[in-house]
């Protein structure tokens, strides 16, 4: 596509829920990142994907955070057992190659209630 | 470790006037490029501008400039004319390039800036 989309762009779930957010890159993009934004807070790196090499995770900020990357395409971040502290707005972006600025997407609005 | 200061969490400017975002960064690196990025109601974050660190000369963007100064480790953005549409969250970004890392940008707590009519 001519952007980055993610879905959805908001939800909306109670606590102790799992929740599954969605990233479609730019075609041909081999960097793909997911940065969290929380409530009057500047973007907080989660984890990156680059090509076939294995995720840089050290952004994940628990066990009950995870990210795949499936065909170095479409990436899925996976919140468990969602606590309120994690409500914030969900940013993915992708690059060429990493270390550019990269194409953000509009991001996903998650509320934990 | 890298951090990013925006030391101004809200500014406000007249339209058709002139303002100044401030940002200082702190690195042992010596080679990274900084950039600053736009984030309107929206929440689309859009690149206004970047800047390599071996480079001497100012990056410009239309009504867009920066003032680096690398010994300072100073990274402040200038908007010219000023318009409506450039009310927004500013925020300023750094990336290293030592070789060994995932090139993850830092990002500074970013400012609030209104274009006032």
């Known amino acids: 596509g001519a952007g980055v989309s993610q879905s959805p762009s908001n939800k909306v779930t109670e606590k102790g829920k799992d929740v599954e957010l969605r990233c479609d890159p730019i075609?041909?993009?081999?960097?793909l990142y997911w940065y969290r934004q929380s409530l009057g807070q500047g973007l907080e790196f989660l984890i990156y994907f680059q090509g076939n090499s294995a995720p840089d995770k050290s952004g994940l900020p628990s066990d009950r955070f995870s990210a795949e990357r499936t065909g170095g395409s479409v990436s899925t971040l996976t919140i468990q057992r969602t606590q309120q502290e994690d409500s914030a707005v969900y940013l993915c972006?992708?690059?060429?190659?990493?270390?550019?600025?990269?194409?953000f997407g509009p991001g996903t609005r998650l509320t934990v209630l | 470790a890298q951090t990013v200061t925006q030391s101004q969490p809200e500014m406000s400017v007249q339209e058709a006037e002139t303002v100044t975002l401030s940002c200082t960064y702190d690195?042992?690196?010596?080679?990274?490029?900084l950039f600053w990025y736009k984030q309107p109601p929206s929440r689309q974050m859009i690149l206004v501008i970047r800047q390599e660190a071996y480079k001497q000369q100012n990056a410009t963007e239309n009504r867009f400039s920066v003032n680096f100064q690398k010994a300072a480790k100073s990274f402040s953005l200038k908007i010219s004319d000023s318009q409506l549409g450039d009310t927004a969250m500013y925020f300023c970004?750094?990336?290293?390039?030592?070789?060994?890392?995932?090139?993850?940008?830092?990002f500074g707590k970013g400012t609030k800036l209104s274009v006032i009519p």
């Open positions: 075609s041909g993009h081999t960097a």
């Open positions: 690195t042992s690196e010596s080679n990274y490029y």
């Open positions: 972006a992708s690059s060429l190659v990493g270390g550019t600025s990269g194409v």
């Open positions: 970004a750094f990336v290293a390039y030592s070789g060994a890392g995932s090139y993850q940008l830092t």
